[in-house]
């Protein structure tokens, strides 16, 4: 279907079963998304879902892809507000797009699906678009991408290894210690 334009109708198709997909995938996990069960929750048959996805591989990178990207702080120029704003609206997306579930099943599938890093590579930009934005200014190279990962990780680490999200006091704590160790950087 590669440089051919899909009629309105088929797109909807593809889009209400890559939705059903991701459904599935937060709510019932990685093993319940088969074909079989994807017809019984999308109410699309079998035969169409191998159409357009002849294999589990080529619907995941396809559902990863059309996952909608997260909502994100608009900067006010305060640092400090703008990076705690920016990890809460990235908590509030764990929370209702159950992304930590949706993450660990991408990494789960990336050792089998190799086509999946470009997608995490691409939601991962995205979902630092912001984190960079705020941090550039301030900080760069090898201190900017730990500072991103510090940030981003404590909601992350949070959610995959504990179970539950960075309270409002955790996430303040984060920004106010990083933001503590970039001025205690030596000048260079």
Same mark, same amino acid.
């Given at each position: ?15 209400? #079963? ?14 319940? /998304? ?6 019984? /929750? ?26 909608? *990207? ?18 809460? !609206?990235?908590?509030?997306? !764990? ?14 599938? !990336?050792?089998? /699906? ?9 939601? /991962?930009?995205?979902?630092?678009? #912001? ?18 990962? !510090?940030? *981003? ?13 960075? *309270?409002?006091?955790? #996430? ?17």
């Amino acid at each position: 279907m590669a440089g051919q334009a899909l009629d309105a109708r088929v797109l909807r198709t593809r889009h209400d #079963i890559l939705r059903a997909a991701l459904d599935l995938l937060t709510t019932e996990g990685l093993d319940a /998304v088969t074909h079989h069960r994807l017809a019984e /929750v999308s109410g699309y048959s079998r035969a169409t879902i191998y159409k357009h996805w002849p294999t589990r591989s080529a619907l995941f990178v396809d559902a990863f892809a059309y996952r909608p *990207s997260g909502e994100h702080h608009v900067p006010t120029g305060d640092l400090r507000t703008d990076l705690i704003a920016e990890l809460t !609206m990235f908590r509030r997306g !764990m929370e209702r797009q159950r992304l930590d579930r949706a993450l660990a099943a991408l990494a789960a599938l !990336m050792t089998s /699906v190799p086509e999946l890093a470009q997608v995490r590579d691409n939601l /991962v930009a995205e979902g630092e678009r #912001i984190l960079l934005q705020l941090l550039t200014p301030v900080v760069d190279g090898a201190e900017r991408e730990a500072a991103m990962r !510090m940030l *981003s990780g404590s909601v992350l680490h949070s959610a995959l290894m504990h179970g539950e999200l960075p *309270s409002d006091d955790v #996430i303040a704590a984060t920004v106010d210690l990083m933001l503590r160790g970039l001025r205690s950087q030596p000048a260079t």
